[in-house]
């Protein structure tokens, strides 16, 4: 498969763009890491916002006097951790065993006395008291390493020797938030990988606007992201906000050439994304096709407002910095929806970058489509309930079981929100179709995907 590289671009692009190496693909991957980071710190203080605010009354009555012993080992207490009576040992053992995911299995029938001055001779039921006194874990202010941690804890403590057995948890919401830790890291780690790379190949020189391939053939092609070191990192681009038409399809003079076609661009960068997916290869060629067609279009929406909303911008704005709303003075009402209508809910919901991941794997595993095979659907059903149950867990061990269940409802309505937002794409596609002048070299790959 052969798209335009460096090569096709301006002097100037290439002087203020910077030659791909595995060292520069580190320092992009550790700035938009960084990123990720702030947005994910701003997430957190408004989940924490939402959690103290349902404390009651009663709760914040007692916190005004500091307790004097321990409800779990008896000990001397120095206020409450949690929402429970405790001292720092034990504090730091509930906080420590939940996020490094051990589960201990008790060798007296869990009847060890923990007030016999010997409270760290069974783990297994100090841990079991600290969730009996009403330790909550929905109440920890977890980061995404210390999530990672506990994960890769529970994947490593396999091959150990040591004993593990499930807790008896009285908490329905201390059930909820124990999942399985290893398929939690290891999914969501691979799209956040696997979306770095595409976020790198869509500001990089890469440029499909010369391509004659259909969707078949790019499905069928290898993966432009094993081919990241043809193309250069964009840091500066030289192309501004061009003046606006009085209507789509007026002639511009002088012709834009640095301008990138961005749709084109972002609807191949989404389907490399699906051929990262494990399941994709899993499915016959037809389905391939149907999922590809009717899912890349929401995707291709989803991504262009999720960058948009990092670079705190309440309408799409592409990579380069043009604004598409303003290529015409009046645009017309469909052109303010598609400019507006993805950014804003991704504002509101202050949507962080592994809940940005989950719900793309999430579009991808749409199976309402006609003509999809009863394998496909299958296939496609079981990896939706997957990525799912992920999504679940991970807004409850962030925000804990109540904002956490909300906020899960909150994300999945968004996925109706970007499918909405591509049938407007392919009805304003037609309409642009119907009143621009005909070209010469329409681009195929596109007029099938928005057909």
Not at 72 to 100: I, L, Q, W
Not at 165 to 178: D, R, V
Not at 212 to 225: G, K, N, Q, V
């Amino acid at each position: 498969m052969s798209f335009q590289s460096s090569s096709d671009y301006s002097k100037e692009e290439v002087l203020c763009s910077k030659v791909f190496s595995p060292a520069s693909f580190s320092d992009d991957a550790d700035e938009r890491a960084n990123e990720a980071a702030e947005n994910t710190s701003r997430v957190g203080v408004l989940g924490g916002n939402l959690k103290n605010a349902t404390l009651s009354q009663k709760r914040k009555a007692i916190n005004r006097v500091c307790p004097q012993v321990c409800t779990v080992c008896s000990g001397p207490a120095n206020g409450y951790h949690y929402d429970a009576p405790s001292c720092n040992g034990c504090k730091a053992f509930f906080r420590r065993s939940f996020v490094s995911g051990k589960r201990y299995e008790c060798k007296k029938d869990r009847k060890c006395n923990l007030t016999d001055g010997r409270r760290t001779s069974c783990r297994a039921c100090r841990y079991n008291k600290c969730v009996e006194v009403g330790m909550k874990t929905q109440l920890m202010q977890l980061s995404n390493v210390a999530i990672c941690s506990r994960s890769s804890h529970a994947q490593t403590s396999k091959n150990t020797k040591f004993h593990e057995a499930p807790l008896a948890m009285q908490s329905t919401t201390a059930k909820l938030l124990w999942f399985d830790e290893s398929e939690f890291a290891a999914v969501i780690g691979a799209l956040v990988y696997n979306e770095t790379q595409c976020d790198f190949l869509r500001r990089s020189t890469f440029d499909p606007i010369g391509t004659r391939l259909t969707l078949a053939d790019l499905i069928s092609a290898p993966s432009e992201l094993r081919n990241l070191r043809a193309y250069q990192l964009i840091r500066q681009w030289p192309v501004k906000q061009p003046p606006p038409m009085d209507y789509h399809g007026q002639r511009r003079c002088p012709r834009l050439h640095t301008f990138k076609f961005w749709i084109l661009c972002d609807l191949v960068v989404s389907v490399e994304f699906v051929k990262t997916l494990t399941f994709f290869e899993s499915l016959s060629d037809n389905d391939k096709l149907l999922l590809s067609r009717n899912a890349a279009v929401a995707n291709c929406s989803l991504m262009q407002s999720y960058y948009s909303y990092k670079s705190k911008s309440n309408k799409v704005m592409f990579p380069d910095g043009i604004f598409p709303i303003l290529f015409t003075k009046r645009p017309p009402p469909m052109e303010s929806i598609l400019s507006y209508g993805g950014v804003e809910p991704l504002i509101r919901s202050m949507i962080d970058e592994c809940e940005y991941v989950l719900l793309k794997a999430i579009i991808f595993t749409h199976y309402s489509y006609e003509g999809l095979s009863a394998q496909g659907r299958t296939l496609l059903e079981r990896e939706r309930q997957k990525f799912a149950r992920i999504l679940f867990n991970y807004t409850g061990a962030r925000y804990g079981a109540t904002v956490g269940s909300c906020r899960f409802a909150e994300l999945l309505a968004l996925v109706g929100t970007f499918f909405h937002l591509a049938d407007k794409h392919r009805q304003f596609h037609t309409l642009l179709s119907i009143a621009m002048h005909p070209r010469k070299h329409r681009s195929t790959l596109m007029e099938e995907m928005l057909a």
